[in-house]
């Protein structure tokens, strides 16, 4: 099973909303930490988002348009992300690892989101 399977990103214009979901196998998403970081090109790394197994942690670095969520039941953490710009083009990852902005332990291949001006 795939560790981290993203979907969700596409092309929107700007102040648009995209909501991209990230489905974990058993074993990446009982990680301490889930979350969501991206690149866009010629640019470093990123944190965006991340939750700690319970929901009753979590840290979003784009303040007040980007909120992050979980479904245990689904095993998916989500990444709701609002008014767009077209800085945020990025390609979006979601990570499992152990702690918020380290201790990775699985990379999804990432989801692609292009905000267009």
């Known amino acids: 099973q795939v560790p981290l399977a993203e979907s969700g990103g596409g092309s929107v214009q700007a102040g648009g909303s995209l909501r991209l979901s990230c489905v974990a196998s058993?074993?990446?998403?009982?990680?301490?930490?889930m979350g969501w970081s991206r690149q866009a090109p010629g640019k470093q790394r990123e944190w965006v988002s991340c939750i700690n197994t319970d929901g009753t942690n979590q840290v979003d670095f784009v303040k007040d348009r980007f909120t992050i969520s979980r479904d245990a039941a689904k095993n998916t953490v989500y990444l709701q992300m609002n008014d767009l710009k077209p800085e945020d083009t990025a390609l979006y990852s979601c990570w499992a690892g152990h702690w918020c902005g380290g201790g990775i332990e699985y990379w999804g291949r990432g989801t692609q989101v292009t905000v267009s001006s």
């Open positions: 058993a074993d990446s998403y009982r990680r301490p930490y």
